[in-house]
């Protein structure tokens, strides 16, 4: 609970929702919002999940954490987050059409018992992309991939997560009145908690086949479904089971040392570092040495990895945050710091790197045709320092070389972490390539 008193935790700053006239999704959308006004939960503790889908504009328009991702694939990053976060309150926003494409996930989640909270927008077709069917139209239903009628039996979801071992499941309806109360009990649920919400699409099911409140509440009937609480089996949830097994069974574990500050630091704001490579540069580890000096000179770090699915071949970008306050948000639109070392780093970032401001600065290596750009350009010999340190060594050196010329924090604060978080062997050719790359800055001086 937080001291603050939330009236909503909605925006408008981005303009009105985004849904059709009538649509069931504005209802579910300020249903939940009702429901987390009851709650009064802290916002930045929140997380809604979306994927592809109409409902999966939903997220950008509250004030809580939001996640984005693929159709049909939101429970998954919702259970890692759980899984990851265990403290986190995670909720799901998805449609009939996701919730088929993602019928695995449906069925494990409930499985398990991952304490999320479900919520699906049911209006029987996928309404974003031209109204087909989808595993819950039901028989008869005529859409754009139908047109004479549905042959397929409609898929029961409550019936569906209950078989599975969902421990709460509800169904309901957009024209609940107890809407809002049902989804903060749901969210209240310490397992996983299901809510199937009937709705009606106005753009696609509702003109062909002529489906308003009356109809829809006869199909709820023909189908011999309930509104209401369709299973409420608690058990215990995954994240505290695993734990427990996991306390109960552990051996002594090597545990990663704590990151004490050392060293000061420079850092006034939440700063940006982008390092564009090629797969097989250390790239990911460099950034992780880097992030870990960060905190040995007393700042909060983050960092996030763009690589591709093949194995040392295609690019490998890393994205670290450094600030000397909380960061809440780690995207990087402008970094103050851009270093490039390969050509692979470069096609994969190219348009970044011609939008970067004047405040950017962008190290590069010499060899490497530059887009144009209003950075401040800092070329560096890489290509040729990597001949005597190393190409596994080359995005250390790249490293160490932007911090002896920034100056946000201290060369040692670098070393430091590479001594206490890697191998012996790989830290003495580290500390080398740190020592190689701080000496590259009298190349700096002289291209300046």
Same mark, same amino acid.
């Given at each position: !609970? ?7 935790? !909605? ?180 397992? &996983? ?12 099911? !509702? ?61 006034? +704001? ?19 040495? &880097? ?58 970032? +190219? $348009? !970044? ?29 890489? $290509? ?14 790249? &490293? ?13 604060? &670098? ?34």
């Amino acid at each position: !609970m937080t001291e603050t008193k939330y009236e909503s935790y !909605m925006t408008d700053k981005i303009g009105p929702l985004p849904f059709c006239a009538g649509c069931g999704h504005t209802t579910l959308i300020k249903a939940l919002d009702k429901a987390l006004v009851k709650l009064q939960l802290d916002p930045k503790e929140v997380v809604i999940v979306t994927d592809i889908g109409c409902i999966g504009l939903s997220d950008r328009y509250f004030l809580t954490n939001g996640f984005h991702g693929l159709h049909g694939r939101s429970i998954t990053y919702a259970c890692g987050l759980k899984l990851a976060r265990p403290e986190l309150t995670v909720i799901t926003l998805m449609g009939d059409g996701a919730a088929g494409i993602g019928g695995t996930h449906f069925l494990n989640v409930a499985r398990r018992n991952i304490g999320i909270t479900l919520l699906i927008g049911n209006n029987f077709n996928y309404g974003m992309t031209g109204g087909q069917h989808s595993v819950t139209t039901p028989t008869g239903g005529k859409t754009s991939t139908t047109p004479w009628g549905n042959p397929e039996g409609p898929m029961d979801l409550c019936g569906t997560a209950a078989a599975a071992g969902a421990a709460w499941v509800y169904r309901a309806t957009m024209f609940d009145n107890d809407l809002p109360d049902a989804i903060a009990t749901a969210i209240q649920q310490p397992g &996983f908690a299901m809510m199937d919400v009937w709705e009606l699409c106005t753009a696609y099911y !509702m003109p062909r086949n002529d489906l308003k409140r009356k109809e829809l509440l006869e199909l709820l009937k023909s189908y011999g479904y309930t509104v209401g609480l369709q299973a409420d089996k608690p058990r215990p949830e995954y994240t505290v089971r695993y734990r427990e097994a996991y306390e109960a069974g552990k051996s002594v574990l090597k545990k990663k040392k704590p990151i004490e500050p050392q060293f000061e630091n420079s850092v006034k +704001r939440q700063t940006g570092i982008i390092i564009a490579g090629s797969a097989g540069q250390k790239i990911k580890s460099a950034a992780t040495s &880097f992030a870990e000096g960060a905190m040995f000179a007393g700042l909060n770090a983050t960092q996030k990895d763009d690589y591709p699915i093949t194995v040392q071949t295609g690019h490998s970008v890393a994205e670290i945050v450094v600030s000397p306050e909380r960061i809440d948000y780690t995207g990087i639109e402008a970094p103050d710091y851009f270093i490039l070392i390969s050509e692979d780093g470069l096609k994969r970032r +190219r $348009a !970044m790197i011609e939008k970067l401001p004047e405040t950017s600065t962008l190290y590069a290596d010499e060899s490497i045709e530059l887009p144009a750009t209003k950075a401040k350009i800092v070329r560096l010999p890489l $290509a040729e320092a990597a001949k005597s340190i190393g190409k596994l060594s080359v995005a250390i050196a790249a &490293f160490a070389a932007m911090l002896e010329d920034s100056g946000i924090f201290p060369i040692e604060a &670098f070393n430091t972490a590479i001594r206490a978080f890697t191998s012996p062997k790989i830290a003495e050719a580290s500390v080398s390539a740190v020592s190689a790359g701080a000496e590259l800055t009298n190349k700096i001086s002289k291209a300046r």
